[in-house]
C-alpha cells in the first residue's frame, strides 16, 4: 500500500491578474481553488495514473473541509486528521510573473500528532510512505526523521521531498528517494548548482549522508538521477511552463509508478522526467496520454 504525508495541507489560491501593482486594486481575469500540499498532489497523480494510496495528515476549520472535500471527490482514500485551527491558504498570484504567498500554517495539538503516529505504526513491509512539503511550525523541524526512526527496520520504502532541516536530519534515516530540487540541494551544501555536473557531485553526497536514490529536479535543464549504481542526466525540449505548481510532485509520483510496475531505474526516471514535464506544461497534472506523447522527446545520458 502507498501511504502519502501532508502535514501542512493547503487551500491553493490561484489567481490570475494582467499586471502586479503594489498599492492598487486588481480585477482578477480567472480564478481557481484546489486543495494542496506536496504529499496530496502525489496521491492525485497516482490516482490519476491508477495507482490508490492513502492520504494522511492533519486538517481543520471550513479550509480543512473544503481540502477533505476535494481529496473524496478526486477518488483518493484518506485517514486525515481533524485539528482545531483552519488549514492554510496559500496564494498564488500569476501576472508577468507567478508569485506565490504561503499562508500560516495551524498548531498541531499533542494528541493528534500521537494519532498520526498510530497510523505510521500500522504500516507494513512492502508499504511506502511518501514524505512531502514544509513541517507546521509548531512541529520539531526534524519531524520526518522521528516518522522514520519508528519505520526502521520494518521494510516501508520511504520516499522523501522536503528541504532545510527537514531534508537534512531525514538522510540519516536511509530514505528510499529523495528529490530536492537544484536549489535546494545547494542549499543542504552551501552551494550554488548551476549544472547537471555539479547536481550530479552534490547528489552523490547525499548518497553518503544516507539516500539511496536521488532525483534532482533542475528546471528547463530537465533532471539527473544517481544511486550507488549510476548516474544519468535527462534532457528535455526548451518549452515555457504553464504552471509551477506539482511538477516536483509528478516527478516523485512518476518514479514511485514506474518503480511499482517494475520498470529498471532508468525507465522510473524517464517517467519521473514526463510526469514532472507533462504537469509544468499544463494547468493540470500529468496524465499518461500527456507522458506517453513527451517520453520520446526525453534523451537520456548515462554518466
Known amino acids: 500500500m502507498i501511504y502519502t504525508v501532508t502535514l501542512n495541507p493547503s487551500i491553493d489560491y490561484h489567481l490570475w491578474i494582467t499586471a502586479l501593482s ?108 511518501v514524505l512531502a512539503g514544509s513541517v507546521p511550525k509548531s512541529l520539531p523541524s526534524d519531524m520526518y526523521q522521528t516518522i522514520m526512526k519508528r519505520l526502521r527496520g520494518k521494510g516501508v520504502r520511504i520516499f522523501l521531498d522536503a528541504k532545510g532541516k527537514a531534508l537534512e536530519t531525514g538522510l540519516s534515516e536511509e530514505p528510499f528517494l529523495i528529490k530536492p530540487n537544484h536549489h535546494e540541494l545547494g542549499e543542504l551544501f552551501g552551494v550554488t548548482i548551476a549544472t547537471p555536473a555539479e547536481a550530479i557531485d552534490m547528489a552523490r553526497k547525499s548518497l553518503q549522508m544516507g539516500a539511496q536514490n536521488v532525483i534532482v529536479s533542475m528546471a528547463g535543464q530537465g533532471a539527473v538521477f544517481v544511486n550507488r549504481q549510476a548516474a544519468y542526466v535527462a534532457q528535455i525540449p526548451q518549452r515555457k511552463p504553464v504552471n509551477s505548481i506539482g511538477a516536483g510532485d509528478s516527478m516523485v509520483a512518476g518514479f514511485l509508478y514506474g518503480y511499482r510496475q517494475g520498470m529498471d531505474t532508468e525507465a522510473s526516471f524517464r517517467f519521473a522526467v514526463a510526469a514532472g514535464s507533462t504537469t509544468a506544461l499544463s494547468e493540470d497534472f500529468c496524465t499518461h496520454e500527456k507522458i506517453k506523447a513527451f517520453l520520446p522527446e526525453i534523451t537520456i545520458t548515462a554518466i
Open 22 to 129: 503594489q498599492g492598487t486594486i486588481h480585477q482578477a481575469q480567472k480564478e481557481w481553488k484546489v486543495a494542496g500540499g506536496k504529499g496530496i498532489n502525489v496521491s492525485k497523480v497516482l490516482r490519476v495514473l491508477g495507482e490508490n494510496s492513502t492520504a494522511l495528515g492533519f486538517v481543520g476549520g471550513f479550509t480543512g473541509a473544503f481540502i477533505q472535500q476535494q481529496i473524496e471527490q478526486a477518488d483518493i482514500s484518506h485517514d486525515l486528521i481533524q485539528i482545531g485551527q483552519d488549514s492554510r491558504i496559500n496564494l498564488k498570484i500569476k501576472a508577468q510573473t507567478e508569485t506565490d504567498i504561503s499562508g500560516v500554517s495551524p498548531d498541531i495539538p499533542e494528541e493528534a500528532l500521537q494519532r498520526l503516529m498510530q497510523q505510521i505504526d500500522s504500516l507494513q513491509s512492502g508499504d511506502y510512505l
